[in-house]
Structure formats: structure tokens, C-alpha cells
């Protein structure tokens, strides 16, 4: 008989979780609800809260919209999204999560402290955290995707380096050690770990349990930063690892020879669709 386990450490992480607790609240009240943008970054968990209510839009929809609720997930929004809910009369529920949000202030501080400085971001282009995080500095932080990207910085002005919240730890060192060796004399150079440890610390957890198994299904939204990064992470330790996003990718050929299968997840994916893959290979594999 195969042996399936969940990892205890998987699932949604505070921020999401509140987010969702929000707009559960909402909606179970009967009550119209707007969330801007995918509430998290999981296509079954839209769906299941799509079918309860909720009405996901973009920011050229929000412009057109008066005199209604929308929720703000928990990758925080740009300043200018709450000017433009003023202007509308349009009621802001924020979910932002309280590590985001504390970036975002630390991030307008040092802007407004030092605005000749370069504001360097460590995260991914385009990502709703990384364009709330540009836009407490008018868009003029430099946003750094991956390490060889530094080089690009002007190491004779001052550099204050922050990171997204759900980024790896060893790249973001890799990148302070660069700036530490070439910064030149006179220039400030000041780093400051933003990364969530509870997002963080998944990382080598998510390495143990992945190498205990067999095999290891990796459930997660494929447009989930974080789930690339914890995937990576599981198919480093293990070659078996497969990433899936929910239990109909589920290919019973990669369980074949295997006694054990683990199940984890991003802090985007839900416990339930983790135990929907888990009850899929109970009722198929042999």
C-alpha cells in the first residue's frame, strides 16, 4: 500500500490567510465584493471564491467603478490606488499583509529621507508586491530580479537595498556581498533583510520533507513566485518531484516504483486541493 503524506508546513501563510478570511466574511454576509487583482495566486482558490461572489477585476476596471467594496490582497497596493478609491467613494478593505505593509512605510521613509539615493528592490518585475514596494518612491526604485542584474547599479551614489517579501535568502546575500565589495569610498550602502521568515524558513523545511519521499508532488499556481521558488527548492533534493496545480495533472506513472509520496505546497495553496491530490492517489495508485 503507497504512502501518501501532506506537509504539516505547507498551505497558505498568515498574510493569505487573512485575505481570504476577509473576503469569506463578506460575501457569507451577502454582501457585492470586488478584490483587485487574483485574491492569491492559486486558480482553484479563485474559483471557489468566484463561485461564493467574488468579482476579481484589474486596475482599469477599478477607475470605472463607484460606491462599492473592493478588497485589497495581501500583496499591497501603490498609493495611487487608494487616491483613486477616494476619488470614486469606493470602500477599501485591506487585506495587505502586515510584514508587506511595513515594508511599504519603511521603503516611503527612506525616499523621502534621502531622495537622491538609489532605492534598490530585490524581487520580480511586474509582481503586485514589487509595484506596491516602486510605488512608495514615485517609480524610481530600481527593481533587481537577479543577482547578475546588479551590476547595472551606480556604485559611486548611495544604495539602500530592500527585498520582496517571498524572495530566497542566499541570492539576496549574494547580491549585499557584491555591493559591499564594489560601493565606492563615500557612497552609503545599507541592506535590510524584508524577507518573511515564515516564507523564508519553508525553504530548507520543505528540503527535509521532500527528501524523506519517493516521489514529491509540488501543488501550486503556476504563477505563484513563491511556489517556482519551493519547487526548485524540492527538485533540487529530489529528481522526482513533479509540480502540479491540482489532482488531474496527476500522472500515476511518476508513482509506479514508489512506497512514498509526499504533498507540499506555496503559501499560496490551499490545504483542501493538497488533500484532494492526496485522495486522488489513495483511490488510483495501486
Known sequence: MIQVEIDNGSGFCFGVTTAIKKAEEEL????????????????????????????????????DLHDVKVLLRAHG???????????????IID?????????????????????????????KNGHAEVLGLVGQTKSEAIVIEHFDEVTQLDFSKDIYLYSQTTKSL????????????????GAIFKSFDTICRQVANRMPNIKRFAAQHDVVLFVSGRKSSNG?????????????SYHIENAGEIDLAWLAKANTVGICGATSTP????????????????
Open 95 to 123: 487585506a495587505t499583509c502586515p510584514v508587506v505593509l511595513q515594508l511599504q512605510k519603511r521603503i516611503k521613509k527612506q525616499f523621502f529621507n534621502n531622495p537622491d539615493a538609489q532605492i534598490v528592490i530585490f524581487g
Open 77 to 91: 497596493e501603490p498609493p495611487e490606488t487608494y487616491e483613486l478609491a477616494k476619488r470614486n467613494r469606493i470602500e
Open 28 to 63: 457569507s454576509a451577502g454582501k457585492k465584493l470586488y478584490c483587485l487583482g487574483d485574491i492569491v495566486h492559486n486558480g482553484m482558490e479563485v474559483e471557489r471564491l468566484t463561485e461564493m461572489g467574488l468579482i476579481t477585476i484589474n486596475h482599469e476596471q477599478l477607475k
Open 271 to 286: 490545504k483542501w486541493l493538497m488533500e484532494e491530490c492526496r485522495d486522488y492517489i489513495l483511490a488510483h495508485a495501486r
Open 170 to 185: 542566499d541570492e539576496f546575500h549574494r547580491i549585499i556581498e557584491y555591493i559591499q565589495a564594489h560601493i565606492r569610498q
Open 228 to 240: 517556482k521558488v519551493l519547487y526548485n527548492e524540492c527538485k533540487s533534493v529530489n529528481p522526482n
